[in-house]
T-cell receptor
Framework: AQSVTQPDIHITVSEGASLELRCNYS??????LFWYVQSPGQGLQLLLK??????LVQGIKGFEAEFKRSQSSFNLRKPSVHWSDAAEYFC???????????FGTGTRLKVLA | KAGVTQTPRYLIKTRGQQVTLSCSPI?????VSWYQQTPGQGLQFLFE???????NKGNFPGRFSGRQFSNSRSEMNVSTLELGDSALYLC????????????FGPGTRLTVT
């Protein structure tokens, strides 16, 4: 079955600390992987995506993610979190030629001043 | 460039009624996807339209339907509303190119009483 798992529902970090949000997927075809961020009252914004090639991808707002095929993971990282990063983060998987994405249940990030 | 517009932003309906939500994609975008977001089920894909044709469909009952017009604007309709249809309905637009860049609107918050 196709699925995306984000094991951490809530994460709290101090401003300036590093961050890693976990994402594991199960997908039959070659996956296209995405991380989105949703701030309260807003739609989703694409942070980064991975289709192929270099397994470490850089995104906007200083985020990066690493694709590990052997672990079926696509974890999101940021070396130093800012208070404005507080939001909900979604991992998603899809395939070429379709926008029928499967989303994880999200991780809500809280940033302590 | 204007972003994705969804109207109305908030809606309250009674069980058994029907509702129509509208989405205006970014100018030049030909693909529109719809998602339902609820606290319990997360983000779930409803359907995708490209150049007025439904290209993909999620696992929702036939009460959920959509269409796309020649100007790429899209509507989704839910008939015979149930309490469980209360959700944030998100629309996302894309050029349809292989870059998979989807831009989400702010959503329509539907409450069914």
């Amino acid at each position: 079955a196709q699925s995306v798992t984000q094991p951490d529902i809530h994460i709290t970090v101090s401003e300036g600390a590093s961050l890693e949000l976990r994402c594991n997927y199960s997908y039959g075809a070659t996956p296209y992987l995405f991380w989105y961020v949703q701030s309260p009252g807003q739609g989703l914004q694409l942070l980064l995506k991975y289709f192929s090639g270099d397994t470490l991808v850089q995104g906007i707002k200083g985020f990066e993610a690493e694709f590990k095929r052997s672990q079926s993971s696509f974890n999101l990282r940021k070396p130093s979190v800012h208070w404005s990063d507080a939001a909900e983060y979604f991992c998603a998987v899809g395939a070429a030629g379709t926008y029928k994405y499967i989303f994880g249940t999200g991780t809500r990030l809280k940033v302590l001043a | 460039k204007a972003g994705v517009t969804q109207t109305p932003r908030y809606l309250i309906k009674t069980r058994g009624q029907q509702v129509t939500l509208s989405c205006s994609p970014i100018s030049g975008h030909r693909s529109v996807s719809w998602y339902q977001q609820t606290p319990g089920q997360g983000l779930q894909f409803l359907f995708e339209y490209f150049s007025e044709t439904q290209r993909n469909k999620g696992n929702f009952p036939g009460r959920f339907s959509g269409r796309q017009f020649s100007n790429s604007r899209s509507e989704m309709n839910v008939s015979t509303l149930e309490l469980g249809d209360s959700a944030l309905y998100l629309c996302a637009s894309s050029s349809g190119a292989e870059n998979h860049e989807q831009y989400f609107g702010p959503g329509t918050r539907l409450t069914v009483t």
